[in-house]
């Protein structure tokens, strides 16, 4: 993550692509820095990285759904307000809640 802003466009590609491509490589990086930080605890750290890939990739529920768990919560002030904006927002992306085992 530390070196992504360092990395230059390739030739060929459109600065629009470039651009993406990072925002897409950022949000990857956070969503997996954010759920190793889940697995070690360290719920600020979660709760920083996968706000982060939330506003990198607002539509992937993978990364909205840990966020309104208590583990990630207690690290915020303690408003319900958060937690139910991110649960809402987790219901209103899945369109099908049929499990999918990869």
């Known amino acids: 993550m530390e070196v992504l802003p360092k990395w230059t466009k390739p030739d060929?590609?459109?600065d629009a692509d470039f651009a993406k491509q990072k925002t897409q490589f950022g949000a990857i990086l956070e969503s997996i820095a954010g759920f190793s930080a889940l697995q070690l605890k360290d719920y600020a750290s979660a709760q920083k990285h996968l706000r982060a890939a939330v506003e990198a990739d607002p539509?992937?529920?993978?990364n909205i759904y840990p966020l309104p768990s208590p583990r990630c919560l207690h690290q915020l002030p303690?408003?319900?307000?958060?937690?139910?904006?991110?649960?809402?927002?987790?219901a209103n992306l899945?369109?099908?809640p049929t499990p999918k085992i990869r």
């Open 59 to 62: 539509n992937n529920v993978e």
């Open 78 to 90: 303690p408003t319900k307000s958060n937690g139910l904006f991110f649960i809402a927002r987790a």
């Open 94 to 96: 899945v369109t099908d």
């Open 12 to 14: 060929g590609v459109s």
